[in-house]
């Protein structure tokens, strides 16, 4: 294992290249004191082809992100507090290091390809945060320094999904899964009418255009209520008695059964294609399921399936 602030402390302390070898073979051993070796050489020459040549010193921040940069490339997960290597252990770094660059060239234009296709499907409501953030990825590929910064996103992503990217996702893989996830969000909203959906939406946050919210959490749960009721779903209006007609089914059978029923009863409603749309709303469905236990004893639902009716809007800060 190597500690990732490991590469800065050298450069803090002066110390030579040797020196350097010489206490990591004391302090790491001999298992994967190759690889080890190996990881610090590659380094050593990204930072001499960062300086241009000029110099081998780099600040501590500077050197942190280059090191995080070349794990990045190589697969090497350092979301932790050290660096497992051991993926590593018999291969050619520099060969490793090299075909990462490849792969990262072709998750770039399979990004493109994403983020096109966000674009042109996002849905017809504005909503400032949506426009932004899909303005600003578009500036991502001219940004984006994947030969020493591969790990940073540099863009500004404010709109939230309704199951966000793990944060142990970085630079172009954080950016794919994000466009991948928002185009699923995208295809699922505009198979229903506008005007439903915008009432739906005043209902659940007034400043729906302002606010940094989901367009996808309410307009999937109240065509998952209506689903469950064997409603129209296309008109995403749950009233007040049809809330109460939920809750007494949550009330006897169990609610994460007939949340994944009824999402799969739903995407083939919809014509979905199976696979990550459908795991997508199954999912929306589980994150209903403690709301709805939470709720059961106040002898309705209005609070998670919408009415236009009420005038009552749901949204918190």
Same mark, same amino acid.
């Given at each position: 294992?190597? +500690?990732?602030? /490991?590469?800065?402390?050298?450069? /803090?302390?002066?110390?030579?290249?040797r020196k350097i070898a010489r206490q990591e073979e004391r302090e790491w051993g001999d298992d994967c004191l190759n690889v080890q070796t190996e990881l610090v050489k590659l380094l050593a020459k990204k930072t001499e082809r960062y300086t241009g040549g000029e110099s081998s010193s780099v600040p501590m921040e500077t050197a942190q992100k280059l090191l995080y940069s070349v794990c990045f490339t190589l697969g090497v997960d350092f979301s932790g507090s050290s660096l497992d290597l051991d993926r590593l252990d018999g291969k050619n770094l520099t060969?490793?290091?090299?075909?990462? *660059? @490849? /792969?990262i060239e072709e998750k770039i234009q399979w990004g493109k390809d994403l983020w096109e296709t966000a674009r042109l499907t996002?849905?017809?409501?504005?909503?400032? @945060? *949506?426009r932004d953030t899909l303005e600003s990825i #578009?500036?991502?590929? &001219?940004r984006y320094d994947y030969t020493y910064f591969a790990?940073?996103?540099?863009? $500004?992503?404010?709109? =939230? *999904?309704c199951h966000p990217v793990p944060e142990t996702q970085f630079g172009i893989d954080y950016i794919n899964q994000y466009l991948s996830r928002l185009i699923i969000e995208n295809d699922f909203i505009r198979r229903f009418p506008l005007a439903q959906e915008l009432g739906l939406l005043e209902q659940y946050c007034p400043d729906y255009r302002g606010l940094l919210i989901n367009l996808y959490e309410p307009i999937a749960t109240n065509a998952l209520g209506l689903t469950l009721l064997a409603e129209d779903v296309y008109q995403l209006d749950v009233s007040p008695w049809q809330a109460r007609k939920l809750w007494s089914m949550f009330s006897s059978l169990s =609610? &994460? $059964?007939?949340?994944? &029923?009824?999402?799969?009863?739903?995407? @083939? =409603?919809? =014509?979905?294609a199976p696979g990550a749309s459908w795991d997508y709303l199954k999912d929306l469905g589980a994150n209903l399921a403690p709301r709805i236990d939470a709720l059961l004893e106040t002898g309705t639902l209005e609070g998670?399936?919408? @009415?236009? #009716?009420?005038? /009552? +809007?749901?949204?918190t800060f």
């Open positions: 294992m190597i +500690n990732p602030g /490991r590469e800065a402390e050298k450069e /803090r302390n002066g110390m030579t290249d060969r490793e290091y090299a075909q990462g *660059l @490849s /792969r996002a849905p017809a409501i504005e909503n400032i @945060s *949506l #578009g500036g991502f590929w &001219k790990h940073e996103i540099p863009c $500004d992503i404010d709109y =939230q *999904l =609610q &994460k $059964d007939l949340l994944r &029923k009824g999402a799969e009863t739903l995407c @083939s =409603q919809l =014509q979905l998670v399936f919408l @009415s236009f #009716g009420v005038n /009552r +809007n749901f949204f």
